[in-house]
């Protein structure tokens, strides 16, 4: 068993690794949660670049997008974690997360940022971090906003091709 990063009452987090690929392609390959996030879903390559993405991400800033791991079955049912992020023309710490569709609702989510947010500020000395949200996904704004962040700026980004709106979601230590 890998490293376990981050521990709360319900999950642990660790690095993914493409053995999770399958796991992975439950999240990214579900047409609704990928609606809300990206505008579409991915490709088996796809989630392979995907996670080698994460891979050099961790080894690059020794942190990242993470697995969210379901302690009471050890079943992988998220992502969530700390990325440097471009927003505008700053590099940023961003808390993202991303579950499975049949683990929405739960408070997943929540607790899971609420843990990478005080890693953020504790571990890693950040003095802010921050979500990017597109301007149609209201759970993950919800989501934002539980953590105590605050709308501070709007834009747009292009994902795969595609403008979206995003909001920039942020709280300082």
Request: glycine share 6%; proline share 0%; with cysteine.
């Amino acid at each position: 068993m890998q490293n376990r990063i981050l521990e709360t009452e319900r999950l642990y987090f660790r690095e993914l690794t493409q053995d999770d690929f399958d796991a992975v392609c439950r999240i990214m390959q579900d047409e609704e949660t990928m609606r809300a996030a990206y505008e579409g879903t991915y490709t088996d390559d796809e989630v392979r670049r995907w996670i080698d993405y994460k891979l050099a991400h961790y080894a690059k800033h020794g942190f990242g997008l993470w697995a969210v791991i379901l302690r009471e079955t050890d079943e992988l049912i998220g992502q969530c974690g700390i990325t440097m992020q471009k927003w505008k023309d700053e590099n940023t710490h961003e808390i993202g997360y991303l579950f499975r569709r049949d683990c929405w609702h739960r408070g997943y989510a929540v607790e899971a940022a609420t843990a990478c947010k005080q890693y953020a500020f504790d571990e890693l000395g950040v003095e802010r971090v921050c979500s990017m949200v597109r301007d149609t996904n209201i759970a993950s704004q919800k989501v934002a906003e539980r953590l105590g962040m605050a709308v501070v700026d709007r834009g747009v980004k292009n994902f795969r091709g595609v403008d979206m709106m995003f909001w920039l979601y942020s709280i300082k230590r």
